[in-house]
């Protein structure tokens, strides 16, 4: 067996995970040589700007169904079981991970020491243990790099193992299927097998601290991007995937804390990785211009499409899968902040792509409500975005990231309303989806219509001007707003049918009722109280 790169003084995977007879173990190799060991395993292609694209293979998203928990005594009591977090068998989990050392026997394998968490205080030390270079280099972009003396004495306290050419058996192993994703608090691992998807790596650990964080150290982890302004204002932006949270926080005149996972303790923001993971699908330089020159040497692109007999990628190309990506370290980003940190917000910005074009462009919240669209966490999804949706449907996700919470969401919610409570924090609902009618009528709200509305949220331009009401969801909204039409703010008057309007409201705000019931035993009367007001 052959070891290369740095290592630390910690290096044996033979303690830690039982693991020997490697053929070679890659340790912390560089960008470029992660980039060129692809190529020389035909696992990649180099792209016409230097960037690295690889396909994942068969799994080009995460698989929440197969995504498991090992239920003992730390996670027993703790944990929300169900459709989210299922439960795994400690004795299951270690034959599994025996089963998945057998295999790894005589195979190169290439192993990356990083950090979680940008605030020393909470600063959480992990290595990642990868078949592939590419796999690596996602770890590389994706979590905090330790500095060259840090390595020589590099401890983890946890470690992610990541062997998408192992296949599990499911009535031997225990699995749904041949792909798995599983944490184990007590043995501080999580082990990935069955898939090349790499954002498998990143949510694992985003999961793992979303039960460390609340349960363990009183910080609320957030599903969530963040910057600051020149003034040392924080504004940080929940929204699940394709509401435009990672677009809406390249700010050029702001800079970039962290584009997906963050923590807020007592007074500071702080982001829990080194990198951005990005969509790519119809990316531009005009729409999105810090995101398309960060696709650069040493970004990693993921299942894209290329113009025809190049290596020029086609961001149109959906073929593979909408889900097209790119992950890239985020000193790519010219006006990132360097520790990626900041002061406790002084905006927060919840996104929803509301595809049946009810909901204002943008709306204050009071914390009541605030509480319950963090709880709500809705979204839509529109026909074509997954298999076997063809019209809008609702998407209610606890958090704005429920598959990604270990533990009840009131956990989430009551920390949030404990930060909230006494202060001047301002909370808006800002809808990034459909306007003058639903999918397939309206039309998709401008993004320079979007970032003017919170650009002037950020700078105090909305304080003083006229509020009005909008009827059943009870939502606040600007009657005038700097560079933004005064005729769209108000959702109703941009529908020509407003009946057609009015019945598309009140049945919206029945699944917000609906999902909410949930919720109901033990929320604070106040929060129920802000649920949208049924007529019928």
């Not at 449907?393 to 404990?418: Q, R, V």
Request: glycine share 8%; aromatic share 12%.
């Amino acid at each position: 067996m052959s070891k290369f790169g740095n290592y630390g003084s910690n290096s044996d995977l033979t303690v830690s995970l039982g693991l020997q007879g490697v053929a070679a173990e890659y340790w912390n190799l560089t960008p470029e040589e992660l980039a060129k060991a692809t190529l020389e395993r035909n696992q990649g292609t180099e792209t016409n700007l230097g960037a690295l694209a690889i396909n994942t293979g068969a799994f080009t998203g995460r698989s929440p169904k197969d995504r498991f928990i090992v239920k003992d005594e730390i996670t027993e009591e703790a944990v929300w079981w169900g459709n989210v977090n299922i439960p795994f068998s400690p004795e299951k989990f270690d034959a599994l991970l025996d089963r998945m050392m057998e295999y790894a026997a005589g195979k190169e394998l290439f192993i990356r020491d990083s950090f979680a968490c940008a605030s020393p205080s909470y600063k959480m030390s992990l290595r990642v243990v990868a078949e592939y270079p590419w796999s690596n280099m996602f770890a590389y972009n994706m979590f905090l790099r330790p500095e060259a003396s840090e390595i020589q004495d590099f401890s983890p306290e946890w470690h992610v193992v990541c062997l998408p050419g192992f296949l599990a058996d499911p009535e031997r192993d225990g699995t749904r299927q041949s792909n798995f994703a599983i944490l184990n608090f007590t043995r501080k691992m999580i082990i990935i097998g069955g898939t090349g998807y790499t954002g498998e790596i990143k949510k694992g650990i985003f999961s793992a601290l979303n039960f460390i964080l609340p349960h363990q150290k009183n910080v609320l982890s957030m599903h969530c991007s963040a910057n600051i302004g020149k003034a040392g204002d924080t504004a940080i932006f929940f929204g699940l995937s394709g509401t435009g949270k990672t677009t809406l926080s390249s700010d050029p005149n702001r800079m970039l804390i962290g584009d997906d996972e963050h923590g807020w303790s007592e007074n500071e923001v702080f982001n829990f990785e080194g990198g951005c993971y990005a969509k790519t699908i119809d990316l531009s330089e005009e729409k999105e211009p810090q995101i398309f020159h960060a696709i650069k040497t040493g970004a990693l692109l993921e299942n894209i499409g290329f113009v025809e007999n190049s290596n020029v990628p086609n961001y149109e190309d959906g073929s593979i899968t909408e889900n097209t990506r790119v992950s890239y370290p985020i000193y790519h980003i010219d006006n990132a902040a360097n520790p990626s940190l900041g002061a406790s917000p002084k905006n927060i910005f919840f996104l929803t792509a509301d595809a049946f074009g009810v909901l204002p462009p943008i709306s204050r919240l009071t914390n009541a409500q605030a509480m319950y669209h963090f709880m709500s966490g809705y979204t839509a999804k529109v026909a074509g975005t997954e298999v076997g949706i063809t019209e809008p449907t609702t998407t209610f996700s606890a958090g704005f990231g429920a598959a990604f919470l270990p533990l009840h969401p009131a956990t989430y919610a009551k920390l949030l309303g404990d930060k909230l409570n006494g202060t001047d924090i301002k909370v808006w609902l800002i809808n990034t989806g459909w306007s003058g009618g639903s999918y397939g009528v309206g039309q998709r709200m401008k993004l320079s219509y979007t970032r003017a509305m919170i650009t002037a949220a950020l700078e105090g331009k909305l304080d003083d001007v006229a509020f009005e009401t909008l009827p059943i969801f009870n939502l606040s909204f600007p009657s005038t707003c700097e560079n933004v039409p005064s005729e769209i703010l108000n959702p109703r008057n941009t529908w020509a049918d407003k009946e057609a309007y009015d019945a598309t409201s009140e049945n919206l705000a029945k699944k917000f009722v609906d999902n909410f019931k949930k919720f109901e035993e033990g929320t604070h009367a106040e929060i129920l109280a802000a649920a949208p007001t049924l007529v019928h």
